[in-house]
């Protein structure tokens, strides 16, 4: 890995997998390559917190922090440091290869929200194409939508977890759609995904 990085002649086999002593190997000059690593980092907190917390003070006059005083996860990423990874378990050589170090925000509710509805191949974007195949247009409502960025947040899932959210909501829907005649529309409200209620059908002699 380290190789790598710092660039060298590597050979890689075509098709993958394991390499056969008569294989045809392709020739890459990493040199010319941006190595971007990129991870959750679980526990790079807690170091970050240790090197950087006040050591507690004891008796009547010593400051109690509250819940809301604690740093959140993404102040202590924008704080680390070198250090802080080789403590994590990164070797030096490792991080001496990668000098910049560019700390992510967390995934707020306002983030979540955007990502399902914003991007061009976005979730709800997806899921409302399905729906069209059939001739049904899906209508998911704002409450649903911060409804959905809120239980992300709460499995703390992130935006990986926004799938399987909707998945839950529509999977029932999605079987019986083919033999539903006159559906016009779907719409998915807040009671959908707080109350696991059935997504509202509505026809179109209603």
């Not at 202590?76 to 925000?105: C, H, N, T």
């Given at each position: ?41 679980a ?8 090197r ?25 990423f ?19 290869r990668l ?23 976005a ?7 399905l ?16 409804a ?18 909707i998945?839950?909501?529509?999977l ?33 002699n209603?």
């Amino acid at each position: 890995m380290l190789k790598l990085i710092e660039g060298t002649i590597a050979s890689i086999p075509p098709q993958g997998g394991r390499k056969h002593p008569q294989q045809e190997m392709l020739r890459i000059d990493t040199s010319k390559i941006l190595f971007i690593c990129g991870g959750a980092f679980a526990g790079l907190d807690k170091v970050i917190e240790k090197r950087t917390s006040v050591a507690t003070a004891i008796g009547f006059g010593a400051e109690i922090k509250s819940e809301k005083d604690k740093a959140t996860l993404t102040d202590l990423f924008k704080q680390v440091e070198p250090d802080d990874l080789m403590k994590y378990g990164l070797i030096p050589e490792f991080i001496g290869r990668l000098p910049v170090v560019a700390p992510l925000s967390e995934l707020d509710e306002e983030a979540l929200v955007r990502i399902l509805t914003e991007p061009k191949n976005a979730l709800c974007k997806q899921y409302q194409a399905l729906f069209g195949l059939e001739d049904v247009k899906l209508e998911f409502t704002k409450e649903a939508l911060i409804a959905m960025a809120k239980k992300a947040l709460a499995r703390k899932t992130g935006a990986r977890g926004l799938r399987s959210i909707i998945e839950g909501i529509l999977l029932d829907t999605m079987y019986d759609l083919p033999s539903l005649e006159g559906l016009e529309k779907v719409v998915v409200n807040e009671s959908v995904i707080n109350d696991n209620q059935s997504p509202e059908l509505i026809y179109s002699n209603e």
